[in-house]
């Protein structure tokens, strides 16, 4: 078996809002917070959707076979982003963690809900919602594969995917919430894999 371990660090240029099924005094929507030490975090879930949706529309860009998750019928079950990212057929064969931020910051803006077939203000729907700063969120994400070559792939994706960057959250149009990756680190079987070999490969995969 070859075990791979990523660590990623991300920066967070702007404050961001994800909504959480949270009632937090004096604010309509409220930010997702760890019950156990009220910080702020990004889900293993939305993360590695983040992750896999950069990836595919990379892959898509540079005419490399992919699919387009979530919906069942647009993925194939047989490439390398569903073998490790999992689809209906396949067990994923990356785990993700939530990501976890050093510091939280928590302060209230106000937003106006719209209409959306007249894209107009609704009256009475000034609504206030929650935002989170944190300059750094790291995560760690790992993987047990059989054959030595899946562990180097699946780690030259998830760069790929990371790299990008991303906006969090649903304040996207209105400027929150863009994350960029600061620290991309790597072990196969303990050993680390650096850089300059994963973007050797990256530049392999992508060519
Ligand atoms: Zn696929």
Redesign the pocket.
Known sequence: MNRLEVNIMFSLKSPYHVSADRVSFGVDKAICLDPRDNRIFIPATSLKGIIRHNLESTLNHKNKK??IAPKPEN?????N??KFFG?PKNKALLLFEDARVEETELSSRMGVAIERRRKTAKEDHLFSYEIGFGKRFSTKIRGFFSKDNDAITACVLLYIGAKLGFALGAGKSRGLGWVNIEDFNTFINGKEIFIDEINKKTMELLQ
């Open positions: 992919s699919c993925m194939c079950n047989e490439c982003i569903c689809s």
